[in-house]
């Protein structure tokens, strides 16, 4: 509904995901609560593999004649993922290192007031 609505171009697995991000951030929703939900997906996720690989079997042919081409695309795909993650990672410290100097002063400052 989000994505019509919006006109968003981004599926529905990705809203969904990124309003739980929120809600959660928001504190409107506690990571406990889904503890025993995320336990039993953990239990079964063996489950969760069968549609994609059943696929892969039904288009074996195209997957065999793009074989270099869908590598590259992981190989490509999984080095950005990496590359982004550490970009971000590397930012989050940063940021994170700044305020707490900046906290540290104030609180030096105020203790010498």
């Not at 929703?29 to 939900?37: A, N, R």
């Not at 590598?71 to 940021?95: E, R």
């Amino acid at each position: 509904m989000i994505q019509t609505i919006l006109n968003l171009p981004l599926t529905g697995s990705i809203i969904g995901m990124l309003v739980l991000f929120i809600v959660i951030q928001l504190g409107w929703i506690k990571i406990s609560w889904g503890e025993e939900g995320s336990s039993w997906l953990q239990s079964n996720l063996q489950l969760l593999f069968v549609p994609p690989t059943v696929g892969i079997i039904n288009h074996f042919d195209f997957f065999q004649a793009n074989t270099i081409l869908l590598v590259l695309g992981l190989i490509g795909s999984t080095l950005i993922t990496c590359l982004l993650s550490a970009l971000t990672s590397h930012w989050i410290m940063a940021w994170r290192e700044k305020h707490q100097r900046k906290e540290e002063l104030s609180c030096h400052q105020s203790s010498l007031d």
